[in-house]
């Protein structure tokens, strides 16, 4: 079972858009900025898509944003396009001393119709 | 551009020890800017963070492999390890190494391709 709780599948038509929830407590999601998402197509490794709640790396369009309130993230998909059909998972920060443990979420299939 | 590839046995038969290594090109792990860690997705299920190391050599484990984990570091090299002791078939796995960003955020921005290792006798 994992830390973090997702949905298992997500799915939107192109052109709408898309919000995946990732749930922990005040331990993890709730009590830190440090929330991330990564993007996996099948036989891939993952992408960062975002990081610290809200931020796009380079390179990551702007249809892809994320958000958190209390104890759960989420990112949201606008714009569907086909090549956004993949799994997400989202990871939080979960404290400790030398800025320690990192937990996953269980991952949702998104996809695009 | 900064690239990780993992490299290792891709099998490993029970109570033994898996032993990875990852070799960072385009990039120097005694910068200090990064931390590196492992992390691992069994077949069809999702990621699980093992632990990160620093260029100094110090380390964090995920309190649930703990016992059975230890990560190193070759400065000269390039390299860093994974050692996983006492494996059993619930270790099989797609290994990744991955640069991570702290000691910013922990935020995994760049990946090796993922070697899988399974454990069988």
């Known amino acids: 079972q994992s830390a973090l709780t997702q949905p298992p599948s997500a799915s939107g038509s192109p052109g709408q858009s898309v919000t995946i929830s990732c749930t922990g407590t005040s331990s993890d999601v709730g009590g830190y900025n440090y929330v991330s998402w990564y993007q996996q197509h099948p036989g891939k490794a993952p992408k960062l898509m975002i990081y610290?709640?809200?931020k796009r790396p380079s390179g990551v369009p702007d249809r892809f944003s994320g958000s958190k309130s209390g104890n759960t993230a989420s990112l949201t998909v606008s714009g569907l396009q086909a090549e956004d059909e993949a799994d997400y998972y989202c990871?939080?920060?979960?404290?400790?001393?030398?800025?320690?443990?990192?937990?996953f979420g269980g991952g949702t299939k998104l996809t695009v119709l | 551009q900064v690239q990780l590839q993992e490299s290792g046995p891709g099998l490993v038969k029970p109570s033994q020890t898996l032993s990875l290594t990852c070799t960072v090109s385009?990039?120097?792990?005694?910068?200090?800017?990064?931390?590196w860690s492992w992390i691992r997705q069994p077949p069809g299920k999702g990621l699980e963070w093992i632990g990160y190391?620093?260029?100094?050599?110090?380390?964090y484990y995920n309190p649930s492999l703990k016992s059975r984990v230890t990560i190193s570091v070759d400065t000269s090299k390039n390299q860093f390890s994974l050692k996983l002791s006492s494996v059993t078939a619930a270790d099989t796995a797609v290994y990744y190494c991955?640069?991570?960003?702290?000691?910013?955020?922990?935020?995994?921005?760049?990946w090796g391709q993922g070697t899988m290792v399974t454990v069988s006798s």
């Open positions: 990871s939080s920060y979960a404290g400790s001393n030398n800025f320690g443990n990192v937990v």
């Open positions: 385009g990039g120097s792990i005694s910068s200090g800017d990064y931390y």
């Open positions: 610290e709640v809200s």
């Open positions: 991955a640069r991570d960003q702290r000691p910013r955020g922990p935020a995994f921005d760049i």
């Open positions: 190391i620093y260029y100094s050599g110090s380390t």
